[in-house]
């Protein structure tokens, strides 16, 4: 594949950059470590440049802990009941 003169990437770099999101790294510290920005890298983990013909994107999947909302996480007097009449 051949990219633009003033690419900042070469295939190495991209080949690192692939290993370092498989392996979990965060996309701020890859755009650190190459003295690229993170946009870049996120471009790259979502296949929007440099992309390789039969990967699945993204590489790396954001692991955002969400916090499951419970009925006993407010009072009982809080609760309302919801009636629905059409106009």
Known sequence: MIHHWKCKLTE???EEI???LREGT???DIADM???SRGLVD???H???WPVTGMSYPIRKRNKKVKPLGNDEFPIEDRYEVSYTPL
């Open 12 to 14: 190495d770099t991209v």
């Open 47 to 49: 296949g929007r440049s």
């Open 26 to 28: 965060h996309c701020q």
């Open 43 to 45: 471009h790259v983990n």
């Open 34 to 36: 190459f003295g690229i």
């Open 18 to 20: 692939y290993i370092e």
